[in-house]
């Protein structure tokens, strides 16, 4: 982004576009550019990148994508008042016409095939709407060999649900998913006045890089069955909650004990488990 360029504060932007953060789209607004800037570097060199933002909001983490050397950066909005924000912002910076590097969807991304937006290589950085979160990286996850990297902030209690260890109290579908399809850690946590308005809770950034070898689309539908089935009912054992899908004899085959249940089991015996199926 030129230097030559002033942009008006986040808070007149709000202002005027009557960007107060909706609930009922669970919007938080970043406003913060040293903390914006601490989410981008977390994605690692984005020189020659093409980059997704979902949920821009008013453009706080839009700005500091565009002060890297990203080649292009696509922001998909739901919130009608935010798209017209970003749109002037595009102009503000010049970026604008044929060759635009930001450009603003306004669409709901759970009904977006983000592969179909940019070329590779892509990454996705975004401080995601805490209403749709789960469900926005569970189908990302799905396509993740399309990606380089997922830089998402998530309230902390799901980030530190996405990279829990077996055996403790947050391990659970989501760190099965996550672990099985990607490599993951938590980069930056924030605490709740970071933002306007604070939410009742801390968040936290994860960084999920895709692994070389991603499983096929069944495989992955059936590991999705796998998991729901093993965490749905947390305190049965194995034998009873896989029941449905072949119970102690898949189990048997797997050489994983019957009476084990979900939360014991690593990622490693879950891929056993699912190849079986």
């Not at 808070?11 to 550019?33: K, N, P």
């Not at 993951?184 to 999920?208: G, M, N, T």
Request: glycine letters at 6%; aromatic letters at 4%.
């Amino acid at each position: 982004m030129s230097d030559a360029v002033e942009l008006p504060p986040l808070r007149e932007v709000i202002a005027a576009h009557g960007l107060d953060a909706r609930h009922s789209l669970g919007q938080h607004f970043l406003l913060d550019g040293n903390l914006t800037a601490l989410i981008v570097r977390a994605a690692g060199d984005l020189n020659g990148r093409n980059l997704i933002e979902v949920g821009p909001g008013p453009g706080g983490l839009t700005r500091a994508l565009l002060a890297t050397d990203a080649t292009l950066i696509v922001a998909i909005e739901l919130d009608r008042r935010a798209v017209a924000a970003i749109a002037e912002l595009a102009q503000l910076v010049n970026v604008t016409g044929p060759n635009a590097r930001l450009t603003v969807i306004e669409a709901d991304a759970l009904r977006v095939d983000l592969p179909d937006l940019v070329p590779k290589p892509r990454q996705i950085i975004a401080n995601l709407p805490y209403n749709v979160a789960s469900p926005l990286l569970v189908r990302w996850l799905r396509q993740a060999g399309e990606f380089e990297r997922m830089t998402l902030m998530f309230q902390r209690e799901v980030a530190e649900r996405i990279v829990a260890a077996p055996g403790t109290g947050a391990y659970g579908r989501l760190s099965v998913l996550a672990g099985w399809i990607c490599e993951c850690h938590i980069a930056v946590r924030l605490p709740p006045e970071a933002f306007v308005p604070p939410p009742k809770v801390w968040s936290a950034v994860v960084v999920l890089t895709p692994h070389a070898t991603q499983p096929e689309p069944a495989l992955f539908a059936a590991m999705e069955r796998l998991t729901a089935a093993a965490f749905g009912q947390r305190r049965k054992m194995l034998r009873g909650a896989l029941k449905p899908l072949g119970g102690e004899t898949l189990l048997t085959r797997a050489s994983i004990a019957p009476e084990r249940r979900a939360e014991t089991l690593s990622v490693v015996e879950f891929d056993r488990l699912v190849r079986l199926l």
